[in-house]
């Protein structure tokens, strides 16, 4: 059976992104729901690398981002 090539990625800016003049985190959260691993670029670079981050490191993070603790 052949590979496919995969759909390209969704990728969405953070809200503090947008906040801040849209220069900051894009992530993809249709892959992330799918898989369980949020990509996570630098919206100045989008084709730069680009980091896989479990999900529940993720959302380890946003919260304490939220939260004043990291």
Do not use: Q
Not at 9 to 17: D, E, G, I, P
Not at 27 to 43: E, I, K, N, Q
Not at 45 to 67: R, S, Y
Request: charged share 15%.
């Amino acid at each position: 059976m052949a590979k496919t090539n995969p759909s390209p990625l969704r990728w969405v800016k953070s809200s503090y992104s947008v906040e801040n003049g849209g220069s900051c985190v894009e992530w993809a959260p249709d892959h992330a729901s799918a898989t369980g691993v949020v990509p996570v670029r630098d919206s100045k670079v989008p084709t730069g690398p680009v980091l896989n981050v479990p999900a529940n490191v993720f959302t380890a993070f946003v919260t304490g981002i939220k939260e004043g603790t990291v």
